[in-house]
């Protein structure tokens, strides 16, 4: 569920510091603190429907595209699925993610209630513009798989800079409203 603060603003948002919280790792279903990531270079956190959604697929793609401009940026991509770490560590793997990509997982939802991702309605997954969308996705090789989480669990993604300090904040307004990589680089350049 949605946390909003004391004054109904879902938190963190640009400006705000990150919020750390414990996830685990891919490799070795180990705790990991989230602030370690931002500590010495700036930090993406895309936080993923689960692993079978079209669009998270495709985001990763597009993500994976620009490797090299996170990597000159010195900044980590770090994947957030509400998987178990097993089924995240293969998603990535089959991906052949590498630096600057790093898998996490986080099954209890505690992060994603941290950053405010709500699950979804009906609506958000299902509208005829997502339904579009998806079309689309998968004229592109994203095909939607059987969900092994919570298909209504929303992403989210959000860059932090090697200070701590929120410096783009994007909450899904439906499944397929995936940000813009450019959008996410420039906030970077920006932030840094």
Same mark, same amino acid.
């Given at each position: ?114 950053? %405010?991702? %709500? ?56 499944? %397929? ?16």
């Amino acid at each position: 569920m949605t946390q909003p603060d004391a004054v109904g603003r879902l938190v963190p948002e640009v400006g705000d510091n990150a919020i750390d919280v414990t996830v685990y790792s891919s490799k070795n279903g180990e705790p990991i603190q989230l602030a370690s990531f931002w500590q010495g270079e700036s930090t993406v956190l895309v936080f993923l429907r689960h692993l079978a959604c079209s669009f998270c697929r495709e985001q990763v793609t597009d993500l994976l595209a620009c490797s090299d401009d996170f990597v000159k940026l010195r900044t980590r991509v770090v994947l957030v699925t509400v998987n178990r770490w097993e089924e995240t560590s293969k998603f990535c793997k089959d991906r052949n993610l590498v630096y600057p990509f790093i898998c996490v997982s986080d099954p209890d939802r505690t992060a994603y209630h941290a950053y %405010s991702l %709500s699950r979804g309605h009906t609506s958000q997954i299902f509208s005829p513009h997502v339904m579009a969308r998806g079309v689309n996705a998968m004229l592109h090789g994203h095909f939607n798989g059987i969900p092994k989480a919570d298909p209504f669990q929303m992403p989210g993604v959000f860059a932090v800079n090697a200070r701590g300090i929120v410096i783009f904040a994007h909450r899904h307004r439906d499944a %397929s409203d995936n940000p813009d990589v450019e959008q996410i680089l420039r906030a970077i350049e920006a932030g840094n």
